[in-house]
């Protein structure tokens, strides 16, 4: 070390890249934190809205849409859960995009710290406000009729699954969002792709009485999987309800988790590259 | 070898049916250690993207930088070790506090927690922020706000320092308080690569100052060097009406030994031989005209007059976000 850089300044303590990647990445989780603590509007509109959807959904249509078993809400619980934790996951997507417009990427760029950290806190962040969601949904699922059928592990099991699905798509956001870099067209777009992804599905209607196009893209389409995933794990799936013919539709839980890793795998090393060559 | 090399920097954008922007075009630069050095130029000139390749945001297409003999390019994260940047393209988090914003950072550079508090305690003191340190930025003023931006880039007492135009968009009250911090800092040894559009900026706080146009550097030296090469005296005149300015310019023409220029607005000036006797008989002339002057007198020549000599143009003083590199 040369005279210049050993006179007075403060060196860092002593390291491993994994135990530097562990502390930046608690670090940058934290701030995104606060940030939640700091600037309530979105958790409180990350929890208003699913409460208003259980709430609209269950009496609205519940009056209409005869489900046998448990009823409409119960039904229509595992649909709500997945559609929250989906629209909370774009949330990675406007901050990263936000993040990079106010500077504040570039500073944390010019510090001896790891990229891949930044993401990481900003995802695990999507995590926090999408696991307070879920807590908050689940409540008034129960309030309003909701019954779970199967056991605490099974249980936890779907919430997990919902999680890790949420959690492997904020990834994919992330990536967008340093890709797009712009805040608005990344709320736009996702509201305008994700609305009809999370429609055309069975989410909030028995995908079996659409009209056959839309049948065979709810059937292909990956939040019907997560849907009737948790929907089987809630043991929340209407008695007589046919699986649908595609092998997706039959193994729904199989095919959650192979997508939660294809997404981690692809897009966990595409947005750590992104980060790293940002303008360039 | 200067403390801070730079040689060759090319960087070339191409913005969506736009022509190829050379906004680096083969500069040159060497800061000595324990000094300042300023880049000054206009917006677009090439100042904050000389400043992103040396604090490793950027490649470069071309050339090399070294600092204190560390590749940037090859090793940017040792760069990274020891160096701190601020100014306008490093923010801060806006909600955080002053005091956590300065504890992340010291996280971020891997001091530990108890010396990073104990960093950002000091230096919440030093730059007079201990009131507000337990408010989020978000509710801070222009000046604080870089205040708190400037000590974010202090936390491990790097050795070199860059700030990309540290007072723009500030009042007068705060840019004069935030000179009198940085040349504190500089008289502790730190070498200091500043980039500032305001003459006086540097004049004030700069060893020595390289002029950027257009990606390179058209001239350097101290601030008095730069003043003496363009040389003589000048003689202003500052016009009620901007309308006479077609009428007044001729009369400069005539006495001057150089193209009369446009300055502010209403303010022309032209370099003279005998300041005195030109400047009488331009008053003279311009009162005969029946112009009516608010203010004629000599001035030895200014920083600005150097830029308008060396580019042609004046300087751009307008507190628009400078848009020379995409972010």
Redesign the interface.
Known sequence: M?T??S???????P?TPLS?LL??GW?MS??NM??IV??PDVLVFSLIQPIMFVLLFSYVFGAAIDIPGDGYTSFLMAGIFAQTVVFGSTYSGSAMAQD?????I????????SGAAVLIGRTNGDLVINALAMTVMMGTGFIVGWRVNTSPLEFFAAVGLLLLFAYAFSWVMAFLGMSVRSPEVINNASFLILFPLTFISNAFVPSENLPTPLRIFAEWNPVSSLVQSARELFGNVPPGTPAGDAWTAQNPIATVLIGVVVLLLVFIPLSIRKFATL?? | MAFIEASGLVKTYTPKGAPVVRALDGLDLEVPQGTVTALLGPNGAGKTTTVKVLTTLIRPDAGSATIDGVDVLGDPQAIRRMIGASGQYAAVDENLTGFENLVMVGKLYHLGTKVAKQRATELIELFDLVDSQKRPVKGYSGGMRRRIDLAGALVIKPPVLFLDEPTTGLDPRSRLGLWDVIETLVSDGTTVLLTTQYLDEADRLADSISVIDEGRVIAKGTADELKSSVGGQRVALTLVDPADGAAVRDILARFGTGEPALTGGRTWIVPVDDGPSALSAIIGAVSAAGIAVHDAGMRRPTLDDVFLQLTGHVAEQQEEEATEAPA
């Open positions: 040369s210049a850089t006179s007075g300044t403060l060196q860092a303590i390291g530097r502390s930046d670090v934290w701030r606060m940030k700091r600037v990079l417009k106010d500077g504040i570039d500073r944390f760029r010019t510090l001896p710290m303008s360039r």
